[in-house]
């Protein structure tokens, strides 16, 4: 990771925009590598409000100085500029400072897509219920469940370095389903291991209550589990599941135990223990909770091959895998005919 200035890169065009970054594709010229730029979203810099997301790319550039090199499953950072004015670059009149992280770009697709391509009839939660939700199709050799493998030990590596990891929704997550492989593309909603939720960026509190594991943990119950079978129709592929960020712990816990107490199945006895612990902020480490997790996704398996309907279900799931193969999904390092030719897509 180094100090850069945006010259040494050619611009290309706009990939996405989040509730705090925008981020845009570029060439390293020295390189010829495909890389990504990252800033605060120019609406909140026009307005000067960008002082949020400007502290929590600092806090990400010195957890990433914290971690140990070379992390599976997040994003490399290759640079930073200074604040500075980059209006001339981007071709924009912001009239704000602001800093640019460079980062490579990852490979796959996210598993969650821009809320404006819903608008344009784009399934944007298809990968989130194929692979994270629902995964009835996987190639010879993958290990079960590589999303949720894959977010635990990023959130480790962060809990190592000294800091909790959070905001894990699926669009901050690409995958790439011919390998498996998994990556955090947005790391930025970083809390200090004990420090209280006051010093966070005043966009990002929720309470008083310091943040712990247990709000980790509840992200990961929210937006990777489900207590619906998997659709026998193509259709159920389609809309995001969890989409609304976590808000209020317990109401979001009471939610969702009533929807795991109304299925009854061989995953519910495993998610309301888990659900009962997060509650009570039972939870030290992330050990327990990957254990856990591990014993309710058993479960989901033993459902899922267990469904008197598995046939149509799995039938379903391979029209709606067929959906990748559109343009929208092109757009990103991601080849489908060949990541799903392993899937008989």
């Known amino acids: ?75 490399p950072i290759l640079g930073y500029t200074d604040p500075a004015n980059h209006d001339a670059f981007f071709g924009d009149s912001l009239g704000h400072e602001y800093r640019v992280t460079v980062e490579e770009r990852a490979k796959g697709f996210p598993l969650l897509g821009d809320h404006m391509a819903r608008i344009t009839g784009v399934p944007i939660g298809v990968g989130q219920n194929l692979f994270a939700l629902h995964p009835l199709g996987q190639p010879a050799g993958q290990p079960a469940f590589p999303v949720h493998q894959v977010i635990l030990d990023v959130e480790e590596a962060f809990l190592k370095a000294g800091f909790l990891l959070l905001d894990l929704r699926p669009q901050n997550i690409f995958y790439q389903p011919g390998s498996g492989s998994a990556t955090v593309i947005d790391c930025s909603a970083l809390v200090p291991v004990n420090q209280d939720q006051s010093q966070e960026p005043a966009g990002r ?73 997060i509650l009570t902020r039972s939870y030290s480490g992330l050990d327990g909770f990957r254990q856990d997790l591990f014993s309710y996704l058993d479960g989901v398996q033993q459902r899922n091959t267990d469904l008197p309907s598995h046939a149509q279900s799995r039938q379903a799931w391979g029209e709606a895998c067929d959906w990748l193969k559109a343009d929208y999904w092109r757009k990103f390092l991601f080849e489908p005919d060949e990541e799903l030719a392993a899937f008989g897509s």
């Open 1 to 75: 990771m180094e100090q850069v200035t945006l010259d040494r890169y050619e611009p290309g065009g706009r990939l996405g925009t989040g509730a705090d970054y925008e981020v845009r594709t570029a060439v390293d010229r020295e390189t010829g590598k495909e890389v990504v730029l990252k800033r605060p979203v120019p609406q909140m810099i026009r307005l000067n409000q960008h002082g949020g997301a400007e502290s929590r790319t600092q806090q990400l550039l010195q957890a990433h100085q914290a971690l140990e090199p070379s992390v599976p499953g997040i994003v």
């Open 205 to 277: 509190r929720r309470r008083t209550t310091p943040a712990d594991i247990n709000d980790f943990c509840l992200e990961m119950m929210k937006f990777y589990t489900t207590p619906m079978s998997p659709p026998e129709e193509a259709a159920g592929y389609r809309e995001p599941y969890g989409l609304r960020p976590v808000v209020r712990f317990e109401e979001e816990l009471a939610e969702m135990e009533a929807a795991f107490d109304r299925e009854d199945g061989p995953c519910r006895p495993a998610a309301l223990t888990i659900i009962e612990k």
